[in-house]
């Protein structure tokens, strides 16, 4: 008799494990985001502002290559459901990784997760994590090129947060423009501009996630 191994890539192994994420997210009706953006531009800081600001009962995974300082400052902002992943050198969180942390957790509590995925705007856009939402954040000390540059997450992302728009008068960024490069990609992408220094367009994203969450 042959014997036929049968081998899947790495990304293949990744989509089943994400495909049993999102099921154990459904089961236990928690809505599941990511968030993607270059290091620095605000995504930690959203979080804090979420600890503050969004009354529904959520956790929070942080992945970075190394320490747990972010989850330590989700905790430190006053929410003791906050994780961090470590991915030794890994340039994105793996649906694998998202597995075993949410295992740790007592998710019959959690109506929503939200992961902030390591920096950078390129390896994490295609790895599934069992989100329902990818979120892509821009800021405007990058540039306002990096929706041209980066295409690979804009073309999944279904949200664009432009954080940091307290700094536009300060930089040259043509806002409008990158909201035009966002919708080249995605059509039907939604796009907040934020700032979590005036609180700006986040009572609008919260407003947005609740009422998807209503319907996934
Ligand atoms: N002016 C301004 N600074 C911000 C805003 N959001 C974040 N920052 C600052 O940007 C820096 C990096 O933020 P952080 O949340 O650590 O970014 P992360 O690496 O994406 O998690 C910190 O100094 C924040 O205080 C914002 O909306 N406006
Ligand atoms: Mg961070």
Known sequence: MVKKTVEISAREHNDLIAAENRKHFFDHGIFAVNIIGSPGCGKTSILEYTVNHFNETFAVIVGD???????????????????????????????????????????????????????????????????????????????????????ALFLRAAVVLINKVDLLGFMDYDIERV?????????????????VKTGQGLDAFFDYLREQRRYF
Do not use: W
């Open 65 to 151: 290559v190394k320490t747990a300082l972010d989850s330590d400052r989700i905790i430190h902002a006053g929410h003791s459901n906050a994780y961090a992943i470590e991915t030794g050198g890994g340039c994105h969180l793996t649906a694998q990784m998202i597995k075993e942390k949410v295992g740790q957790m007592e998710t019959a509590a959690i109506d929503y997760l939200f992961i902030e995925n390591v920096g950078n705007l390129v390896c994490p856009s295609t790895f599934d994590l069992g989100e329902h939402l990818k979120i892509a954040v821009l800021s405007i000390p990058e540039g306002d090129e990096k929706v041209r540059k980066y295409p």
């Open 179 to 195: 909201k035009e490069d966002c919708r080249a990609h995605n059509s039907k992408v939604k796009i907040f501009e934020t700032s």
